[in-house]
Each structure stands twice: as C-alpha cells, then as structure tokens.
C-alpha cells in the first residue's frame, strides 16, 4: 500500500513539473526571424540593427516583442563539454551579449534549434542534449525557443517536443516554444499542453499562390498556405496558436498583396513575424505592419481564429468573431483586376456555431470602420459598397 502511495506521488509530481510555461503568448506572439530574408548568413550587426529599427519605426509599439535567430547561429560543433557554441565569426560577443543587448531596447530575444541529430542546415541539433541545451538558453537569457523538425526518421513527435517542453520548464526560464513540424504529425490535435504555437504546413514563400518545389519538399505561396488546412481553427486559443509561417509582407510581393497577407493573418489569429529586411523597407509595408488597428484584430484578447464565410464573385470574405460583440472581417479581391464589392448584409446569415456567435444585422445595426484607411464607412443598414484593387482588400470591424 506504501508502495502504492509513493507511485502515485510519484506519477503527479512528474505531471505537475512535466507542463508548459503558462501566462505566455496569451495573444498571438509578435516579432521578427531572420530566416525568410538571411537564411544562415546572419550576424550580430544585423540584429542590433534590427532590434533599433523596432524602436525606430513604431513597430515595438505597435507590439512587435520578439527577435528570434532561425537557423545557422551556430558553430558546426559542440564544444568539449557538450554545450553548443555560437559561432564566434557572426557573433563575436556571444549571445548572452546579443540577448542583453536585445532586452535593453525592451525587446524579448529567441533563438532557434531542432528536434533531430542536426538542423535543416545541417547544424548541431538538440536530439539527446535537449536539459543541456535548454539550461544554456536559460543562462543567456533567451525567451523563445523555435524547434524544428529536420533529420527525426523515427522519431515520435509528440514525445520529442514533449522532452524538450520538459527541458525548457526544468531550465526555470520562461520561453515561448514554438513547434515546427510543419502539421505533418498534426500537432492541433495534440500539442495544446506542449507549446504555444505549431506551425501548420511546410515553409511559406513570398508569392500570391504558387508552389514552388525543391525535390524533396515545396514551399507554398500564401494562398496555398491558408487553403492547406481545414477543420483545424478550433484548436486555436489563448497560449496555444496555429502558426501560418513567418511573414512575407515587405519581400516581394505588391502592395495590395502584402495587405491582403497581412489582413489574414490577423484573421487567423496566426503568430505575427515579420520575415523582411526592416533595414531597407518602404514605408509603405512598415503602414501595413505597424496598422495598430489591424494588429488590434489579432490581438484580440478571445483568441477565436477566424474562418472563411464566402466566395462570392471571387472575393473571398473571411470573419473573426471579437470581444465586445465585435467582428473583423476581410474581402480580398482575388481577380487580376479591380472589381465593386456591393455585399448585402440583409442577403447573408452571417455566424460562428463553433463559439455560439450571431452576427445579426436586423436586430443590430452596427458602425463600419474601415481599417487600413482608418475611416468610418457607414453602418450595417445598407449595403457595403467598395472598389477594391486587384488582390487587394476591404478589412473592416463592425461595431455596435
Ligand atoms: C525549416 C523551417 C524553416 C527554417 C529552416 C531553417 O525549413 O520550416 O522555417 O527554420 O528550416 O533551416
């Protein structure tokens, strides 16, 4: 019977202690990685020089946090204890530095591993060091860790992100833990307790809906990436979010297209990371990153992930249920060409049965605020009347 009790003891203080760190990313995390536009050519030049842009161009008060180093910060080996290193050719004052640095602009710092033997670039990988490694970030003061999934053959998923979960808790520093499986092992259905956010498909590129292959793998424009994934946004909530991939506003892409990917990721209520070179960027994209309206839509703090409502002449028309019986919804022009939105909201029955929500224009009659113009369109009396670009968007809040 003794014995008995000690294994129940046993059994719940491993649970207590096997969790994720709670209170963090209770909105969806914002911030910025390196690796969309630097890949592995990064440096700690280049961060500092991030980090002042964040200041600089109102993109921390807009509520960007977090600056995060993808891949290649790192020697290709492990020093003699078995600690990683960062390498001392791009990061010469060490990464505790960097992160001090980071953190007295006001700034959070993160940095990148994976769950396998080596990472995607073929650097040292956490895969039997993940205490050591985890006790490491602990020491340089690191407060996100994004953990990848390259070189895992056998590997289960969810135990490993798990192991490293449990690594991040035992180091005692709070660290958002950010999943990168690529939805293959479909983590909305299991990794609530285990991160904060996972992403949900392979890596984003910066075009409207093209696919582009590398052999083994494709990387999906942006459209490609929203369409990849149904059924999944129930999954999505305060602490735990489906991530659409780093941010390609600002790469390439035009304008009105850049608004458009950026209107659904507030949406989706996806991690907002910027992925562009804030060092030469158009003020243009910084109007578009640094909307606070839209990033309002976000950060919302109910945390539903919106969801496609209608296709109706091309125009795709997606709705996020908000606080105070508010909504924010997108009409994305999808045409190649400019076309008149005319949307009767008297014609559509507009609700969320996953969170009980109606949207009743007959019982309500709600304010129209146009939000990446910042003016007042009217109500929901009459019909919603708008010109919009080719590829471009209409994002509105409804208001009561
Ligand atoms: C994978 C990830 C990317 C990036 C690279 C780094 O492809 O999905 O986001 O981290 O690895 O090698």
Excluded at 4 to 28: H, N, R, W
Aim: proline residues 2%.
């Amino acid at each position: 019977m003794k014995n008995f009790f000690l294994i129940v003891l046993l059994i719940v203080s491993v649970k207590v202690s096997a969790q994720k760190f709670e209170g963090l990313a209770l909105t969806p995390p914002m911030g910025w990685n390196s690796w969309n536009t630097f890949g592995t050519d990064i440096n700690e030049a280049l961060v500092k020089d991030i980090a002042n842009k964040f200041i600089e161009l109102g993109l921390k008060d807009a509520g960007y946090e977090y600056i995060v180093l993808d891949d290649g910060w790192m020697s290709k080996e492990r020093d003699v204890e078995g600690n990683l290193v960062a390498d001392p050719k791009k990061f010469p004052s060490g990464m505790k530095a960097l992160a001090d640095y980071v953190h007295s602009k006001g700034l959070k710092f993160g940095l990148y591993n994976c769950a396998g033997e080596k990472t995607c670039a073929g650097y040292p990988g956490s895969r039997g060091s993940e205490y050591q490694d985890a006790r490491l970030y602990a020491s340089w003061g690191v407060d996100f860790l994004k953990y990848d999934w390259c070189n895992t053959e056998k590997i289960n998923a969810e135990s490993a992100y798990i192991t490293m979960r449990d690594a991040i808790k035992t180091a005692k520093r709070p660290m958002v833990f950010s999943i990168c499986e690529w939805g293959d092992n479909e983590p909305w259905t299991w990794a609530e307790n285990v991160g904060h956010a996972w992403r949900v498909t392979g890596d984003i590129i910066n075009c409207w809906d093209c696919e582009v292959g590398h052999g083994t793998w494709s990387s999906s424009g942006i459209w490609k990436i929203i369409n990849m994934r149904k059924e999944i946004r129930k999954a999505a909530g305060p602490g735990h979010w489906n991530d659409y991939d780093m941010m390609e506003v600002g790469n390439g892409m035009t304008d009105a297209e850049d608004r458009s990917h950026f209107a659904m990721w507030c949406i989706l209520a996806s991690p907002l990371i910027m992925g562009n070179d804030l060092r030469i960027t158009s003020s243009e994209t910084i109007k578009t990153l640094a909307n606070k309206e839209i990033v309002a839509v976000n950060q919302d703090k109910l945390g539903i992930q919106g969801f496609r409502f209608i296709n109706e002449n091309n125009i795709e028309v997606w709705i996020k249920p908000l606080e105070n019986d508010e909504w924010a919804m997108t009409f994305i022009n999808m045409n190649d060409k400019q076309i008149s939105l005319d949307f009767d909201w008297k014609k559509h029955e507009i609700g969320d049965n996953l969170n009980n929500r109606i949207l009743n224009v007959n019982n309500q009659n709600f304010k129209i605020r146009d939000l990446f113009n910042h003016q007042n369109l009217g109500n929901t009396a009459t019909s919603l009347k708008s010109e919009i670009g080719a590829h471009d968007v209409l994002m509105i809040r409804l208001l009561k």
